[in-house]
């Protein structure tokens, strides 16, 4: 059985992270942002970008739509602001994709198109799996390339959210 309610508490930690991440990448100035470092997708703005590419090119899978995506490192907004704007969007438009979800569409099976063409099938809850563990990975990534600019990286561990009593939004 899987259980709904998990992949809910993903969705909202999910939001409340990228929520806190950006608001720190918000106090760098841009060059800071796009500064070439060493990381794979080059800076902080790329790999910020990289997490939205995957969960739009993930969210159409799901949904069955287009995402005219056509390489993980598109850059879908020059603009920080137009990004964080839009990762905001995408935050919300998962929790109500997985808030609808019931057991069985969780138990079930994705079949997509990979960008390499090929026809994939995977259990839906090794998806969200990875969706979720995805942005974590990368925003780990952004949370140590931020340690190397004047803004501290917040904290984003679950607990934060569960145990600390911290709002959706601080």
Same mark, same amino acid.
């Given at each position: ?14 939001? %409340?992270?990228? %929520? @806190? ?5 918000? @106090? ?7 500064? $070439? ?20 090119? %993930? ?27 839009? @990762? #905001? ?29 090929? #026809? ?21 990534? #952004? ?7 004047? #803004? $501290? ?9 569960? %145990?600390?009593?911290? $709002?959706?939004?601080?």
């Amino acid at each position: 059985m899987v259980n709904t309610d998990y992949f809910r508490q993903l969705a909202q930690y999910n939001a %409340w992270a990228n %929520w @806190r991440l950006y608001a720190a990448c918000a @106090r760098l100035d841009d060059a800071e942002r796009r500064k $070439p470092r060493p990381c794979f997708f080059g800076s902080i703005h790329a790999t910020l970008n990289h997490i939205l590419v995957a969960d739009r090119t %993930w969210l159409a899978r799901l949904t069955g739509a287009e995402h005219g995506i056509v390489n993980l490192d598109h850059e879908l907004y020059a603009d920080f602001e137009e990004l964080r704007a839009a @990762r #905001v969007t995408e935050d919300e438009r998962l929790i109500c994709l997985v808030g609808s979800y019931d057991e069985a569409e969780l138990a079930d099976t994705l079949c997509y198109v990979s960008t390499e063409g090929e #026809v994939k099938r995977k259990p839906m809850a090794q998806v969200l799996g990875h969706l979720f563990n995805h942005q974590t990975h990368h925003r780990g990534q #952004v949370h140590a390339l931020l340690s190397d600019t004047g #803004v $501290p990286p917040p904290p984003l561990d679950l607990s934060y959210l569960l %145990w600390a009593g911290s $709002p959706a939004r601080r």
